[in-house]
């Protein structure tokens, strides 16, 4: 045998390349085959589970009798029917137990089962080399996670697929103490946990002040000011997403050194204005990416405010901006002439020169023309991805065709684009300075089409000629046109390459 097969990471790196839910039947024959591919094939095979249906199978046959959805012990357990299970188990570094909220019995739930209370553990560990967990059950199922809480977990996933009771959140505190080295963090609490609950909210919080400082990504609600400012200490941490912010920020004024490392901010909250505080609080960091989710309805004004904090602090360092306030509470909001989402409204972004993505979904009207168009191409000229989204068609929207045109000149590496428009007119396409303009996205959500459609589908296929998705609102009164456009722009495409070919041929 090649001496080079001699070499651990060498073999590491071959069956690295084989993934067990494709090659699975592969890595079983290749640790049959010699003693130096035994255990590499087996750690790539047993290095990502779902449940331990396939650990508990590995026991004795006499031992276990298989049914439904439970296992039954047909003999007492002893010790050394766990030889062969735990080592398979120390092999297992990522496991994810999913409940998937079926009334259909599942293998996975044998875990769940009578067979829970016999199981033998080393150290008290179901899999004592389990680096990353990923749980996402119901309330019956949840408190077993402890058994996975390791010293060489990384990183966690927690998501509670009902609202939590305080017993199961009290698990929480336990991370902190049995997975001192974790570096990334998620959990989803499925429903905000109310300022009242004061046992969810303590335990919540001791989890919090636990964290070390070698966190780098964390997700979870925010309960209390004390949590609040041990994350923003936190020296390593790059990611951060604030579920369910209902802290008061009115009153805290940003002191420095805050949030120092922090590169990726999600914000989920019930007002713009939280958000506006939460962001002036990162004042001292280098924010690349933010993503807002406002569950209260925010006048443009409002949003204006937050795109002016944002573009005083980060106009040279954001790429990604996302803003959602479209599926939110109005309050008793009675729509106004005021409410249009207006140039005005995104002047400050005008001063994000490295944007890369740009999404707006809200409830508000945009009043754009393109002239207003033209400003946001000459300062986003690095964008791939525009959009905005609108719960209601732009009735006072002045866009036109000729607004394509604009951006297709000025933003040369714009790849997706989600804008609505009229085409009462149809620019011509000679002068636009790129033929091979990379946009392949186009959603024209409600756009008016009043042109033929032919004459539409010829502008837009000569001015994005790798266009390959057209999609449209289908309860838009439009939408057949639409359909019209999309189906023709392909051969159009293809009619203008075969031109080319024969001009270049000279025949």
Not at 197 to 212: C, D, Q, R, V, W
Not at 489 to 498: A, D, G, K, S
Request: with cysteine; net charge negative; charged share 20%.
């Amino acid at each position: 045998m090649n001496r080079c097969l001699r070499i651990p990471e060498l073999l590491d790196g071959i069956v690295s390349h084989l993934e067990p839910d494709s090659h699975g039947g592969t890595l079983a024959a290749l640790a049959q085959a010699a003693r130096l591919f035994h255990d590499p094939a087996l750690n790539v095979l047993w290095r990502s589970q779902k449940s331990l249906v396939n650990i508990l199978r590995c026991l004795p046959r006499d031992l276990l009798e298989e049914q439904t959805v439970n296992l039954r012990f047909l003999r007492p357990i002893v010790e050394s029917d766990w030889e062969r299970p735990r080592s398979y188990a120390e092999r297992i570094k990522d496991f994810h137990s999913v409940d998937y909220n079926t009334d259909w019995p599942r293998q996975d739930d044998f875990f769940y089962s009578d067979i829970y209370p016999s199981l033998h553990l080393e150290n008290g560990l179901v899999l004592p080399n389990l680096t990353r967990l990923h749980w996402s059950r119901r309330d019956e199922g949840f408190p077993r996670i402890c058994l996975f809480f390791g010293p060489k977990i990384t990183s966690i996933h927690i998501n509670f697929r009902v609202k939590p009771s305080w017993a199961n959140v009290s698990v929480l505190h336990l991370l902190s103490l049995k997975c001192p080295k974790l570096e990334d963090v998620f959990i989803d609490m499925n429903d905000e946990v109310n300022e009242d609950e004061a046992k969810p909210l303590t335990f919540i919080s001791h989890f919090i002040m636990g964290l070390s400082n070698r966190i780098q990504s964390l997700t979870v609600g925010i309960p209390d000011m004390s949590a609040l400012l041990h994350i923003a200490q936190l020296p390593s941490l790059r990611q951060l997403g604030a579920h369910g912010l209902s802290v008061s920020l009115s009153t805290l004024t940003p002191n420095g050194g805050l949030f120092v490392s922090l590169r990726e901010l999600t914000i989920r909250g019930s007002s713009m204005d939280s958000v506006s505080n939460f962001v002036k609080l990162c004042s001292d960091s280098t924010l690349e990416s933010l993503w807002v989710d406002a569950s209260l309805y925010s006048p443009p004004r409002t949003m204006q405010s937050l795109f002016t904090i944002i573009a005083d602090d980060h106009r040279t360092s954001l790429t990604k901006l996302t803003v959602w306030n479209d599926e939110c509470d109005m309050g008793g909001h009675v729509a106004s002439a005021d409410d249009l989402f207006t140039i005005a409204t995104l002047r400050p972004t005008l001063l994000l020169s490295n944007l890369s993505e740009f999404r707006i979904m809200s409830m508000h009207e945009y009043n754009f023309d393109d002239w207003d168009i033209s400003r946001m191409a000459r300062a986003w000229r690095h964008i791939r991805v525009l959009e905005f989204s609108s719960e209601h068609r732009g009735t006072n929207a002045q866009t036109t065709l000729g607004a394509l045109q604009i951006l297709a000149r000025h933003c040369p590496h714009l790849e997706e684009l989600t804008m609505e428009f009229t085409s009462d007119v149809v620019p011509s396409i000679e002068g636009t300075p790129a033929p091979n303009h990379p946009l392949t996205a186009l959603d024209v959500k409600s756009s008016v089409i009043s042109s033929p459609t032919l004459l539409v589908a010829r502008f837009i296929s000569g001015i994005f000629p790798n266009l390959k998705y057209l999609a449209t609102e289908y309860k838009s009164e439009f939408a057949q046109q639409w359909k019209e456009v999309k189906m023709a722009i392909p051969v159009l495409v293809q009619v203008r390459q075969e031109g080319a070919r024969w001009a270049q041929s000279g025949t």
